[in-house]
């Protein structure tokens, strides 16, 4: 059912024609140290999050989103790597908010709201935060923005659900001037992680990650070219892909 849901989810938000009007003009890109202290002391390097400790530090999280909320991106102005950086930490940065404001749970899942057909509403499309006083959600960020506004197929690896299955979330802030390099290590580490992705020459588990989005990971390859590019062990091209089962427990 939770694949289901998830499946459904990703069609319908990936269907959706309408880009996003967030953003704003004469802003400079806000630092991202505060996020960054929080990362290093409330999250380990393997990606568990310690989230009573990001709850005692609330008012310093809340201090960062402001900083952000008042701040979004000016395309105009700001690079391309500015404004993926802001996007992906505010993407943690408001899912890190969304859980220790509902905490304790046992996965992101259980805040979902009852599903009204046709509406299909997750806790994704939930608007609980402003960027530049426009309401916004987490599912306009990934979709509308990072998916629709970057041929930038690392993201997936970069932004963080929250759940045990998703990439882990990084313990570091994601910025411009080593963003790249970020996102490489993030690909690398997450399609080499034998809990999250098993690839043998021949056959490979990977994750539903590479399933749902699976469009984003082929438009200049097949799927097997693109996890070639990160893997440690190489897949032969006629190798078989399967994908594993999706672990939305709590990611702490």
């Not at 990703?10 to 996003?20: E, I, K, L, N, R």
């Not at 993926?84 to 930490?89: F, G, R, T």
């Not at 929250?162 to 910025?175: D, I, T, Y």
Request: with cysteine.
């Amino acid at each position: 059912m939770r694949l289901l849901l998830m499946a459904l989810f990703v069609f319908v938000a990936s269907s959706c024609q309408g880009g996003s009007s967030l953003g704003a003009e004469g802003t400079t890109p806000p630092s991202h140290q505060v996020w960054d202290e929080l990362l290093r002391q409330h999250v380990r390097k393997t990606g568990e999050v310690d989230y009573k400790g990001f709850i005692r530090d609330k008012a310093k999280l809340q201090r960062y989103l402001d900083t952000i909320s008042n701040n979004p991106p000016d395309k105009k102005t700001w690079s391309e790597a500015e404004q993926l950086a802001y996007w992906i930490n505010a993407y943690n940065a408001y899912t890190v908010k969304l859980i220790i404001d509902n905490y304790p749970l046992k996965s992101i899942q259980d805040l979902h709201p009852t599903l009204k057909v046709p509406g299909v509403n997750t806790v994704w499309h939930k608007k609980f935060f402003k960027i530049g006083g426009q309401e916004a959600s987490l599912d306009e960020i990934e979709h509308k923005i990072l998916r629709k506004q970057f041929d930038e197929p690392r993201i997936h690896f970069a932004i963080n659900c929250a759940s045990f299955s998703c990439p882990p979330l990084r313990n570091e802030a994601f910025v411009a001037s080593k963003l790249d390099k970020q996102l490489d290590e993030m690909a690398r580490a997450f399609i080499n992680d034998p809990k999250r992705n098993k690839i043998s020459p021949n056959r490979a588990e990977v994750s539903q990650i590479f399933n749902w989005f699976k469009g984003d990971f082929t438009k200049n390859g097949s799927l097997i070219e693109f996890l070639n590019k990160y893997s440690s062990t190489k897949l032969r091209p006629n190798a078989e892909v399967d994908y594993m089962k999706y672990d939305w427990s709590l990611n702490e």
